[in-house]
């Protein structure tokens, strides 16, 4: 850095936000493993297993055919047409290619969700443990995220009663995730309900569901999908979705929104002078993803199922946490309240989850990510998108460093 570079004025906007607290802590594991460490990365937000081939050969396809410029800012037709045709396969709802944006992974169409619909004063409720981006969000678009501790007690879940205490008249949008990334806790469609009578009740604000994980369900039950069940939410509701997760995409960058056809187009101004539009040969591969063969999602839940099961088990074993079964997305979200206060060997006390974290990194080379960057502690996320063998061996070391505390 020189000293030109030192005294670059930032924005208010960037000086109330925070770089991605998940990606803090996979950038800190990377570290130590590039200097030599053992380090089992627990912090991954993203599938372990390859994409499947017939994706990534429409990739190949689409280049030959060169498909290599420009599409609509809103996605490609085939692309939209593909979503439109998921969301009547997964929840019955029949959405048209004009109510589809696509964006670059879910979290752009989030992001240009917000900025397009708010901004000084405007409330957004975050149930917490939240995605750890949606406050950042609301904040950079000059909103105020009105964030709603959810307990273990309710399943990590955000109740109606609570729903109601939050709403203002300020309230523009309720954000909910369901699975849930870090807790998995997925809302039935009873407790869906209950939160729509409180949305009826409150024709001001608008609901946006982060369905991310929805094809990462450990129940096998039916998808819950708030316009399914109360059409009336229609017009003040985005669905929100994409491949990353799901496929093995991550790096695809695809995600897209579905809603009323003003919010939407509202969604593609802001993207028109942002991005233009996503990758071509992405949105070629998001169709192949979505239009082509499923049997990729069946065998990757079978496998998150059994490191859930074993992740769950053993955590549950070491004395000082407690971890409850997620019934959806692929991480564990296990409490360390046992944990906190007591001592390392090198005599430092554990105040809260963020410590931790630290220490499990330092004497047990196990990287996690602390509860409050979800804003519930004390917790730990851990990801269980990696091996059963390395599941095996982070409880293990994680069992032998609690068992050296005092
Ligand atoms: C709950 C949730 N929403 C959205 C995203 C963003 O996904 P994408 O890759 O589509 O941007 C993530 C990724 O970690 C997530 O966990």
């Known amino acids: 850095m020189n000293a030109v570079e030192d005294s670059f004025v930032l924005s208010a906007r960037v000086r109330r936000i925070k770089p991605s607290p998940s990606m803090v802590a996979r950038d800190r594991a990377r570290r130590l493993q590039a200097e030599g460490r053992d380090i089992i990365d627990l912090t991954a937000g993203e599938p372990d297993f390859d994409t499947p081939r017939h994706i990534s050969e429409a990739v190949a396809a689409a280049l030959a055919a060169g498909e290599t410029r420009y599409t609509p800012v809103n996605g490609t037709i085939t692309l939209r047409k593909a979503i439109v045709d998921k969301l009547a396969r997964a929840y019955g709802v029949r959405y048209e290619p004009d109510q589809i944006a696509v964006g670059c992974g879910a979290k752009q169409v989030i992001y240009n969700a917000l900025a397009a619909t708010i901004g000084e004063g405007d409330e957004i409720i975050i149930p917490a443990p939240y995605w750890v981006s949606y406050p950042d969000m609301v904040l950079a678009c000059d909103g105020t995220p ?121 969604i593609n101004t802001v993207q028109s002078q942002s991005t233009s539009c996503v990758s071509s040969l992405s949105q070629a591969a998001a169709v192949a993803a979505l239009n082509g063969d499923q049997s990729f999602v069946a065998e990757a839940l079978t496998a998150y199922r059994e490191r859930r099961d074993r992740a769950v088990e053993l955590l549950n074993k070491i004395p000082g946490l407690s971890c409850r079964a997620p019934d959806g997305a692929f991480y564990v979200y296990p409490s360390c309240a046992g944990l906190i206060g007591r001592r390392t060997p090198d005599g430092k006390t554990l105040a809260n989850d963020f410590d931790v974290v630290m220490y499990f990194l330092d004497a047990a080379g196990v990287a996690t990510v602390d509860g409050a960057a979800y804003g519930l502690s004390p917790y730990l996320r851990l990801s269980i998108a990696t091996s059963l063998a390395n599941i095996d061996e982070a409880c293990t070391r994680l069992a032998k460093s609690c068992a050296a505390l005092s």
């Open 146 to 266: 009105v964030v709603v501790p959810c307990s273990e007690a309710t399943d990590f879940k955000l109740t109606a009663n609570a729903l109601e205490k939050a709403v203002t008249s300020k309230t523009r949008w309720v954000i909910l995730n369901s699975p849930c990334n870090p807790t998995g806790a997925f809302y039935s469609e009873d407790e869906m309900r209950a939160l729509i009578e409180v949305l009826l009740r409150n024709p001001h604000i608008a609901l946006m569901t982060d369905d991310i994980y929805d094809q990462i369900r450990f129940d096998g039950g039916a998808s819950v999908c708030p316009t399914a069940i109360e059409p009336r939410l229609v017009g003040r509701t985005l669905l929100v979705n994409g491949v990353s997760k799901t496929y093995a995409m991550t790096g695809f960058r695809i995600g897209y929104g579905a809603g009323p056809h003003a919010l939407i187009a509202a």
